[in-house]
């Protein structure tokens, strides 16, 4: 099992009334893993774009754990849980990274469109091949 | 069955780069609406507040359908769930308000914590029974 | 001196761990107010947006002079500072609605530019006719 | 001259419908600086926070000279423009890191406020020390 991590800063405008994580921000920290994980992978959302091609979530999933405040550090997992012909999930986990303390876990299911018809297609070859090896069910 | 029903105009910042809302705010549009459902209830959540009580989301989740875009004038309705004896789950639908075109729909699971013991505690008795009126399963 | 004014009511994710609004998050509140502002003149943004034009703001300032809080109905007052060739120049008074008490004071500088060839233009005539009857010095 | 540098990778809940980060988001941008520039001189923001101090925003400003967008790492410069008994005015500049383009430039001034009393205070000696290393005028 192949698990993309990468780590997050909580920063003052993350939180809440609460004095906590603001429950939304969760899925901006879900998609800015997508995201270095894509960099990562030598797969720039970027280029992407580029050829003309835009990835909708059609699903976004979150249980909350623990609260994370300002200023601790998190430690996000990503792992594909799914790849379908037109969709991916992924699944995350995130923690505080000095004490391991689970914070959220969640899924997120994105598509592939092309930009111009606004219809879903099937995912590039590319991306399902690099998206391969970090995949576990 | 009796639903809440609000709307809300989208505004610039709510958009992305794709030119719709962003998912995440979809999150922030049930909870504003949860808090006006409240007001409309007579329950302000700053009284809860100030009586020590905090409202954690346990689970949030969201089905993206058709994209928003900037200006869109959406119809968010609420419904209730379940009411467990700590949670309480909403269940809500968001719908353009000119041409009823199903926008998203999803849920958000909320808890009533004390403040001070950090704890989930029972949901207030006089919260329950206000609720129950918008409750179909 | 013609002044247009609107109401917001402070969302939970307007505030952050100070338990105030987050100062950003007063140019979204600006620029939610320009936008009632156009509709209300009948100019909307969408209309502006789809002939090519686009809005970029060129500079934006905000004086922090009381904090609002989750729950705050606070009213927003925009009035024309100035108008030249090509930006023009709204300033923003924030109070609480019901005790009048001064929040937060600014304003915003927005050009005209055309989307394609990314440059500033003169602002349409339309629009500064409209303008002119909320503008005072 | 001394200035504190970072950078930051725009994520795409920055970006707005104009595919350009939102131009509220560079307060946020300000504030994460100041943060890590705080991390860097061993001043936490959570210490001083324990403390029972607060640093409430007095006025925030921006200029807005080059658009930026999804995927761009930025860099930005923090230097401390003044330091009085209960304000302190940090300058912020923000560029392009690859092309040094200058993407926007700007102000805060912050206060040290009591959380309990409400009010400001003269800024705490040894924070006031750690910040001349990186006046200038």
Known sequence: MTVFKTTYRVTWSDTDAAQVVHHSNYFRLFERTE???Y???GLSF???IERGYWLPRIEAFCQYKTPSRFGDVLEISLSVKEIKEKTIKYRFV???KDTDVLVAEGYVVVATADKKIRKAINIPSE???KLKAFQNS
């Open 94 to 96: 995130v923690k505080k």
């Open 46 to 48: 970027n280029s992407i």
């Open 39 to 41: 960099e990562h992978l």
């Open 127 to 129: 991306i399902v091949e």
């Open 35 to 37: 995201e270095e994980f």
